[in-house]
């Protein structure tokens, strides 16, 4: 996996193909239009295989997926929030690593992908070190549905918050992972056309995922849905609110080669989908760490060895 940033392609998307239907899927559906039988049946399957996005389907070692990487919001009331210098120390002196080497992990922006609208930032704006929605299309994937058939058309955007370093040597390293309180929060509309008896004219999915990497190698993941709605009638808008706490903590790797950028990704993905009698749309308003200057919540990584 190429974790460079490519102007023309998210660098983190090979690493998700299997939580959404793939083109040949959506393909074989809508050429199954003609025949409405054929057609429930491969619209039903399609459902059933990626209405739960759980990243034990990505294929990866288990080992490297880590479920206390954050934590709810509330779960964190047993830790003094600390951000910067003052969690360096603190885990510097319980992981008794020697610090015969220390590199700044610092902030390295907010990006935008796909078919989201809303301005990418390198700086503190709007009192956010992220995404703080401001205007009616920022941060928003608008999806009108398919206007010549009845398959229901997909439309994804992510955004991606990321802390980076260039590790200077090879050999045994520990990050001293950023933490504090991570702001998830937005709203969905789904409008629907059908009836009670028919497949979902509209869905809206939330998903977040924390991804640690060395190089092209990933050293941890976390994560999974947030927030789903979808409707086959209605017309309604939903808000949602899943806020989380990165603990103070961690993370011992080994870096093969010297040169190689160690890349934390905190990641949305808004994945929309909609018929000819449907309408979604998702938005995030706030996602990212409250913060007066983008040095907040960096850290360092230590040669431990």
Request: charged share 20%; net charge negative; glycine share 10%.
């Amino acid at each position: 996996m190429d974790v460079t940033k490519s102007p023309h392609q998210d660098p983190l998307a090979k690493l998700f193909t299997g939580l959404r239907p793939t083109a040949a899927e959506l393909a074989k559906l809508k050429a199954a239009e003609a025949d409405p039988k054929q057609f429930s049946r491969l619209l039903a399957e399609l459902d059933r295989k990626y209405k739960v996005r759980s990243i034990d389907t990505l294929g990866l070692d288990k080992k490297l997926i880590n479920t206390q990487a954050f934590l709810p919001a509330g779960a964190a009331e047993g830790f003094e929030v600390q951000a910067g210098l003052g969690v360096v120390a603190q885990l510097l002196q319980a992981e008794q690593a020697c610090p015969s080497s220390t590199v700044p992990f610092a902030f390295r922006g907010l990006e935008v992908y796909n078919n989201m609208a809303g301005p990418e930032q390198t700086d503190v704006a709007r009192g956010m070190l992220g995404a703080m929605r401001w205007g009616a299309n920022e941060y928003t994937v608008w999806n009108p549905g398919d206007t010549r058939g009845t398959t229901r058309v997909h439309l994804y955007g992510e955004m991606q918050i990321s802390f980076g370093a260039v590790i200077p040597q090879a050999g045994r390293w520990c990050l001293v992972h950023p933490s504090g309180s991570l702001l998830i929060r937005g709203h969905s509309r789904v409008v629907g056309h059908g009836n009670s008896t028919t497949s979902y004219d509209a869905k809206v999915w939330i998903d977040y995922y924390q991804v640690l990497t060395i190089g092209g190698t990933v050293i941890e993941i976390s994560g999974g849905e947030v927030f789903y709605d979808g409707t086959r009638s209605e017309d309604r808008t939903r808000s949602f609110n899943a806020d989380s706490f990165l603990p103070p903590r961690s993370v011992t790797f080994d870096a093969p080669r010297a040169g190689d950028t160690l890349l934390l990704a905190l990641r949305i993905d808004v994945d929309t989908a909609a018929n000819e009698d449907g309408l979604a749309t998702g938005v995030i308003d706030q996602f990212g760490f409250l913060a007066n200057s983008t040095d907040d919540y960096d850290t360092l990584v230590v040669k431990a060895g």
